[in-house]
């Protein structure tokens, strides 16, 4: 599949697949809630990135809020030596106790707190820059998005960060963000269970790039789940965060499996996985998107790059799977 992205100005190019590091930060919690993903082995998760590399997989997204800086610092190790091979995104603006596992619900985007978060995340990755700083508090008053992009700005004259962007999916505040600032991507959920029209466009509009979390549904999309599974209160998907879709309180949400069964045999046909065949999708629906599916192991990496080798669904495919999930 050759895919490959522009960021921005500046040129970069990026493999058609990203990979998310939420889930190799370990455990950390949210408002006081469990938001990681279970145990994590860091010597696992470094093999899994080489792999990835090894494999063509350029483009890491990670943030200073995934196990309160701890992703940053495995990912850092993982690309030492090798960080001209590589793209690193990372995110700013939840205010965290790195010590403790805790990152908090009350944010700051002061020019200060920017600054410093910036400088925080250069240490822990190892590096002398960032390739795309983004965002990562979904909703900004005006003054803050001016404020912010003055910031954003300044750090890239001074060269600390080469692009920057935001991962919202309001589409009223990405496209103000679009207009005002050098933004180079919007990062956002998307998936063929939750499609997102709005931001999708907006990408399109300004020339953006796509960054896609959730491409898997939270793991629905991997197929591993039944209406009896039931995930543990230390798990992101079973410690009741509201905004948590896919599951509650550790259940797969009974429409979503309903969904998923509907169109699963579209998304494995040519002896795709349901994991390629979601990936499958996202690039089937717009020629911006580039997915960031999460990982702990060398074998799931190896999964996800597998579906690069099929491509995206094709346009009748596309149509068939929005006639069948529309609403009625």
């Not at 953006?208 to 549904?217: D, E, K």
């Not at 799931?300 to 609403?327: D, K, N």
Request: proline share 4%.
């Amino acid at each position: 599949m050759n895919r490959k992205q522009t960021l921005g100005a500046s040129g970069i190019a990026i493999s058609p697949l990203g990979l998310g590091c939420w889930a190799i930060g370990g455990h950390f919690t949210l408002g006081g809630l469990p938001d990681g993903w279970g145990e994590v082995d860091d010597r696992q998760s470094i093999e899994a990135i080489h792999a990835a590399i090894d494999m063509g997989i350029n483009f890491f997204d990670t943030a200073d809020a995934y196990g309160a800086g701890h992703s940053e610092t495995v990912l850092g190790s993982a690309v030492k030596g090798r960080r001209s091979e590589v793209v690193i995104a990372t995110k700013f603006g939840f205010t965290n106790n790195e010590a403790a596992k805790e990152v908090y619900l009350r944010h700051d985007v002061s020019p200060a707190y920017v600054r410093r978060s910036c400088e925080r995340s250069l240490q822990r990755l190892g590096t002398d820059y960032i390739d795309l700083y983004q965002i990562h508090v979904g909703s900004l008053t005006a003054g803050e998005i001016d404020s912010v992009i003055d910031s954003l700005n300044r750090l890239r004259e001074e060269g600390f960060i080469r692009e920057y962007g935001w991962s919202t999916g309001d589409p009223l505040l990405a496209e103000h963000f679009a207009r005002q600032s050098q933004a180079a991507a919007f990062q956002h959920s998307l998936n063929v269970l939750r499609d997102d029209p709005e931001m999708l466009s907006i990408c399109e509009k300004h020339g953006l790039i796509s960054i896609n979390n959730s491409p898997l549904a939270m793991g629905l999309l991997s197929g591993k789940f039944t209406q009896g599974s039931q995930l543990p209160a230390s798990d992101v998907r079973g410690s009741s965060h509201e905004w948590v879709q896919y599951f509650k309180d550790g259940k797969p949400v009974t429409d979503y499996l309903e969904k998923l069964r509907a169109v699963k045999e579209i998304l494995t046909s040519e002896r795709r996985s349901l994991v390629q065949g979601a990936l499958a999708w996202i690039w089937g629906r717009s020629d911006a998107t580039i997915p960031i599916p999460g990982f702990k192991t060398k074998k799931q990496v190896q999964e996800l790059l597998g579906a690069t080798a099929f491509g995206p669904l094709t346009p009748s495919q596309m149509e068939e799977i929005e006639r069948i999930l529309q609403p009625v």
